[in-house]
């Protein structure tokens, strides 16, 4: 075996979608987002995503599509344009589609207002028939998190919430310019559990600024004293170029990729001694969990939400830079938010781009789910449910085979089962990789795999 750790500078996808939206395309456009929304049925099991792009200040490590704005007036004017998009929505879909999950993020959703809040409710209860056994989460940063909003979420039958923590060291957080002491932390997490919200995430970055071993071990024994019901431990991608902001972090600043992979490695071991179970590249939940659950039952699921443990057919995405999936194909409104504004004005859909699934799209996307979800993929088995020869792949696998030979990371077994035997299970990122027809195509639009 050459080299067996060099791995971790390879570029790869997330992919949170089949092929990444870096491929998507303008020929696709409202006509298409417009026939699959009038194409759902009373029994057509929908989730909805609600993007809110506004944030009171930037954190300079964000990757996210957020604006930052001191005053409410354009949140407040955001808000109308997508209760107008949901009445558009609702012309297409006449209100059909069961609606059992509802998932507000951004930026940063605790920022809405009351009436806001309820406006945008009101508008998805009309586009479609709200099922309220389902999820609805929000994405909650602790800095904007009131008692008052807890209380509303609470009431409006909220029940699972997502916390922005990332790392609790001071040095980390001033030079990622967010100041959060943990006893506001921990103050929101207790508020949150009065008011009776059961399902608690939190977020967490390894790769950050002035991380160290000593650090982050510091960090996550602070988290799992919080003990959330699930962590999220996101690789920090620093991708300067495409984000600005980013530059006020110095390369320097920043641990190696050798160093983030040990990041990584110590919070699997810490997290598993502190029983909690590694879901997919990057999530740990306790066995209770919903999400353990699905990953041991093999039902888990990925989209651009993350991981879900819903069975959703259709994922609608409403706001600014928000991604639709319907069977079939994805499509994404404009990610400029005065262009978004501009169409639903118009009284159109604001999609501006997409892919609509072909040739051996849904294949490959099975197999690279299975990757993503579950560290291993039968080859063969994705053949015969796609109707494609039994060695299909054979390029593939004999890639597959490479790796295993130069890096150790993943396996073929039987010539036919793909699976991630690293335990840096973001390495699932490169098996997938190898089964996506696209990647060459966006090359160095991708962040590091570590
Ligand atoms: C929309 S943000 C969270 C909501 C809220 N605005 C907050 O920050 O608390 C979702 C999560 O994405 C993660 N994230 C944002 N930028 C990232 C980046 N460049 N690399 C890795 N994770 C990132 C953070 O963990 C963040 O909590
Ligand atoms: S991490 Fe959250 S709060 Fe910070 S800028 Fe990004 S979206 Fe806003």
Known sequence: M??????????????TSYPSAHHFSPAMDGNWHAERLAAMTEATHVSAYIHIPFCKELCWFCGCH???TKRYEPIARYVRVLVKELEIIRGFTGGRGKLNGIHFGGGSPSLLERSDLLAILYALASAFTHD????????????????ENIKLYAELGCNRVSIGIQDFNDEVQRAINRLQPFAMVASVMDTIRRAGIKGINCDLIYGLPHQTRERFLRTLEMTVALAPSRIALFSYAHMPHLKKHQRLIEASWL??????????????EFLASAGYVAVGIDHFARP??????????????????GYVTDDTEVLVGVGSSAISQFPGGYIQNSANTPDYSARVERGILPSVRGWRHGGDDQARKHIIDELMCFMKADVEKACRAFALPKDYFADEILEIRELERRHGIIACEDGRNVVVTSPHRMAARIAASVFDRYRHAAAGKYSRVA
């Open 2 to 15: 050459e080299n067996p750790l060099d791995w971790w500078n390879l570029e790869a996808p997330r992919y």
């Open 66 to 68: 957020t604006k930052m």
């Open 132 to 147: 309220p056994s389902g999820e609805f989460a929000m994405e909650l940063d602790p800095r904007t998190t009131t008692a």
């Open 255 to 268: 641990p190696s990729e050798r160093e983030k992979v040990e990041l990584y490695a110590l919070a699997g």
């Open 288 to 305: 209770s969990d919903t999400l353990a659950a699905a990953a041991s039952s093999g039902t888990l699921r990925r989209n651009f939400q």
